[in-house]
């Protein structure tokens, strides 16, 4: 199993190493330093979210499963991959958004429609290199396309981040998914007590720097 | 003790060398009751010293009414000229118009209210069930509506409603000193919504939530219906901004018609 993830900026910096910290396996972090880091935007929002889809064009080699997660991620079990586990077919796994989503573009709202959920890009499976560097290849090229979609007085922003690009790409790409548990990446705590006594396995903090020492 | 006055209730007034205790004699001038007194303002005019109608229900747009007051709820309300909403600068807005009515002592101007980045609303000492208003808290702090009441959240009831970017309910959970306390309100109606020009999200923070991950007991949802819902939708402002509305944890966010907020530029989640 290969972990991977990318930390571009000085905060996730702090956060990536929290991960690495709290897995007690070797988790590869990009940053900056790599020699393959180029500046893609003047945004430091839309730079970052950029080099997250374009991750496993990083990765050199790697046998077996390769799975991302995002720098804010950390985990308080021993052994959290114990149990992890997914069909021998599956290509692709991670953890839907519930609800329904209504957007206010068409090319999103597509999106959704197809998939049926919203995905959320903080922990990805892959099954191989091959296969999240051909996911990657679509998803950092759909992540620029929106990018030059961006206009405030349009209803379109960074803020949108990297999960739209994300689902338009695994539209074309007719990859074979599967839906995660919950407890794979639960980013809705943020109480420091919840979060010891919860049952999820991996937690993502969102900007709470000090959620845990 | 005497009951206390009501729309039938009479005053009279008597000369003034009468004798009080013959309240029955020739010496009584004229009479009328508490309601006609009160009807006197109903006319129009709302200004000076007419004397202002009382209601029950809170008020709502009525272009015929500009310029009139009426005292709902302990607080004197008037329906705004235009002028006056202007001078309250929130004249520019959707849907608010002469008749759009505010609490009289109403002073939110734009110019001088510093921009709310994130709050939490809440709702306190709520008696009788139905209450008209909130508190804001202190940014970023967590309060949460301590009642098992039905409510109407209305963003006018306080000065700085139109300037909030981004709206989180808790869903009945009380954090007490000790222990939680989870008080499981009902929202009826959302009403101020007019203003809320600044809806936003913020990083990862979306614009409009319910929180329900509070621990152990609380709900696991905020009852809310899709018609109350439908309507904070029709009354929201359009906008240019990136605003999430996360309404799938009100009871009747799957059955709301998102595409009524859509159409207005904001994403919907339900």
Same mark, same amino acid.
């Given at each position: 199993? /290969?972990?991977?993830s990318?930390?571009? /900026?000085e905060?996730y !910096?702090?956060?990536?190493l929290?991960?690495?910290?709290?897995v007690?396996?070797d988790?590869?972090?990009?940053?900056?330093d790599?020699?393959?880091?180029?500046?893609?935007?003047d945004d430091?929002?839309i730079?970052?979210?950029?080099?997250?889809? /374009?991750?496993a064009?990083?990765i050199e080699?790697a046998? @077996?499963?390769?799975?991302f997660?995002?720098?804010?991620?950390?985990?308080l079990?021993?052994d959290?991959?114990?149990?992890?586990?997914?069909?021998?077919?599956?290509?692709m796994?991670?953890?839907?958004y519930?609800?329904?989503?209504g957007?206010?573009?068409?090319?999103?709202?597509?999106a959704?429609?197809?998939?049926?959920?919203?995905?959320?890009? @903080?922990?990805?499976?892959?099954k191989?290199?091959?296969?999240?560097?051909?996911?990657?290849?679509q998803?950092?090229?759909?992540?620029?396309?929106?990018?030059k979609l961006?206009d405030?007085?349009?209803?379109?922003?960074?803020?949108e981040?990297?999960?739209?690009?994300?689902?338009i790409?695994?539209?074309?790409?007719?990859?074979?998914?599967e839906?995660?548990?919950?407890?794979w990446?639960?980013? !809705?705590?943020?109480d420091?007590?919840?979060?010891k /006594?919860s049952?999820s396995?991996?937690?993502?903090?969102?900007? !709470?720097?000090?959620?845990l020492? | 003790?005497?009951?206390?006055?009501?729309t039938?209730s009479k005053i009279?007034?008597?000369?003034?060398?009468?004798?009080?205790?013959?309240?029955n004699t020739?010496?009584?001038?004229?009479?009328?009751?508490?309601g006609d007194?009160?009807?006197?303002s109903?006319?129009?005019?709302?200004?000076?010293?007419?004397?202002?109608?009382? #209601?029950?229900?809170?008020p709502?747009?009525?272009?015929s009414?500009a310029?009139d007051?009426?005292?709902f709820?302990g607080?004197?309300?008037i329906?705004?000229?235009?002028?006056?909403l202007?001078?309250?600068?929130?004249?520019?807005l959707?849907?608010?118009?002469a008749g759009y009515?505010?609490?009289?002592?109403?002073?939110?101007?734009?110019?001088?209210?510093?921009?709310?980045k994130?709050?939490?609303?809440? #709702?306190?000492n709520?008696?009788?069930?139905?209450?008209y208003?909130f508190?804001?808290?202190?940014?970023?702090a967590?309060?949460?509506?301590?009642?098992?009441?039905?409510?109407?959240w209305?963003?006018?009831?306080?000065p700085?409603?139109?300037?909030?970017?981004?709206?989180?309910?808790?869903?009945g959970?009380? #954090?007490?000193?000790?222990?939680?306390v989870?008080f499981?309100?009902a929202i009826?109606a959302?009403?101020?919504?007019?203003?809320l020009?600044?809806l936003?999200?913020i990083?990862?923070?979306?614009?409009?939530?319910?929180?329900i991950?509070g621990?152990?007991g609380?709900?696991?949802a905020?009852?809310?219906?899709?018609?109350?819902i439908?309507?904070?939708?029709?009354?929201?402002?359009?906008?240019?901004?990136?605003?999430?509305?996360?309404v799938s944890?009100?009871?009747?966010?799957?059955?709301?018609?998102?595409?009524?907020?859509?159409?207005?530029g904001?994403? #919907?989640v339900?």
């Amino acid at each position: 199993m /290969n972990l991977f993830s990318v930390a571009i /900026n000085e905060k996730y !910096h702090k956060e990536a190493l929290r991960l690495q910290r709290s897995v007690p396996l070797d988790v590869k972090v990009f940053t900056e330093d790599s020699d393959k880091y180029k500046k893609i935007n003047d945004d430091p929002l839309i730079n970052a979210l950029w080099h997250k889809s /374009n991750f496993a064009n990083y990765i050199e080699k790697a046998k @077996g499963p390769v799975i991302f997660m995002d720098a804010d991620m950390f985990t308080l079990k021993e052994d959290p991959f114990k149990n992890f586990k997914v069909k021998r077919t599956t290509e692709m796994a991670y953890v839907p958004y519930k609800g329904k989503w209504g957007l206010p573009d068409q090319e999103r709202q597509k999106a959704f429609d197809f998939h049926g959920h919203k995905i959320n890009s @903080g922990f990805m499976y892959f099954k191989n290199l091959k296969i999240a560097q051909k996911v990657c290849d679509q998803w950092q090229y759909e992540y620029l396309e929106r990018e030059k979609l961006y206009d405030v007085q349009k209803g379109t922003s960074k803020h949108e981040f990297d999960e739209w690009a994300l689902m338009i790409a695994l539209m074309k790409l007719g990859t074979k998914i599967e839906l995660l548990d919950g407890k794979w990446n639960n980013w !809705h705590l943020s109480d420091r007590e919840e979060i010891k /006594n919860s049952e999820s396995i991996f937690i993502q903090s969102h900007h !709470h720097l000090d959620i845990l020492d | 003790m005497a009951n206390p006055l009501s729309t039938n209730s009479k005053i009279v007034v008597f000369d003034s060398d009468v004798n009080l205790n013959d309240a029955n004699t020739n010496n009584v001038k004229q009479g009328a009751t508490i309601g006609d007194i009160l009807a006197l303002s109903g006319g129009g005019g709302g200004g000076g010293g007419s004397v202002p109608l009382l #209601v029950a229900d809170r008020p709502v747009f009525d272009a015929s009414k500009a310029g009139d007051k009426v005292y709902f709820n302990g607080e004197e309300w008037i329906y705004g000229t235009s002028d006056w909403l202007e001078q309250l600068g929130i004249s520019g807005l959707a849907g608010v118009s002469a008749g759009y009515p505010v609490p009289y002592n109403f002073t939110w101007n734009p110019n001088r209210v510093t921009t709310i980045k994130k709050s939490l609303l809440t #709702v306190e000492n709520l008696n009788p069930a139905s209450y008209y208003g909130f508190n804001l808290s202190a940014s970023d702090a967590m309060i949460a509506a301590e009642t098992t009441a039905n409510i109407t959240w209305d963003f006018l009831h306080y000065p700085l409603g139109a300037k909030i970017q981004q709206i989180t309910i808790q869903a009945g959970k009380y #954090v007490g000193p000790s222990t939680n306390v989870f008080f499981p309100f009902a929202i009826d109606a959302f009403e101020g919504v007019e203003l809320l020009t600044d809806l936003e999200d913020i990083g990862t923070g979306v614009a409009f939530r319910v929180n329900i991950t509070g621990s152990g007991g609380g709900p696991s949802a905020v009852t809310c219906s899709a018609a109350a819902i439908d309507d904070f939708f029709t009354k929201l402002p359009s906008t240019t901004k990136t605003a999430t509305l996360n309404v799938s944890d009100f009871t009747g966010g799957s059955a709301a018609n998102a595409s009524i907020a859509t159409a207005k530029g904001y994403t #919907v989640v339900q």
